[in-house]
């Protein structure tokens, strides 16, 4: 189911987030569940849960058999967590 799920992700997903300056890893498949993160400008992106449900997941669930559901996990950079605690101490005065 691996291969597969590969094979559609290449061929259907990953053109148009590429397009878009990002990309996806899969973390894990199991009992038909598909958690992945976004990468790239994708990585972190608001729209990223609409990505998932629009593209994401009906690609996958339409075209690998036994795909029933797709999982963004989110993930936070150190850089982003710095800029947002520099943030926070600025304007709280530590």
């Known amino acids: 189911m ?3 799920l590969e094979a559609v992700l ?9 397009g878009d300056g990002g990309d996806m890893e899969v ?3 199991e009992d038909g569940v598909v958690r992945f993160k976004l990468k ?6 608001p729209a990223a ?3 998932t449900e629009a593209l994401i ?3 996958l669930v339409e075209r690998v058999p036994g795909i029933r559901k797709a999982v963004l996990v989110q993930d936070i950079s150190d850089e982003l967590l710095d800029q947002a ?7 709280h005065g530590g």
């Open 2 to 4: 691996y291969e597969e």
């Open 10 to 18: 290449d061929e259907h997903v990953r053109p148009l987030l590429r």
């Open 27 to 29: 973390l894990e498949v």
């Open 40 to 45: 790239g400008r994708c990585a972190g992106c």
């Open 49 to 51: 849960d609409l990505t």
């Open 57 to 59: 997941q009906s690609e």
């Open 85 to 91: 605690r520099a943030i926070i101490r600025s304007h």
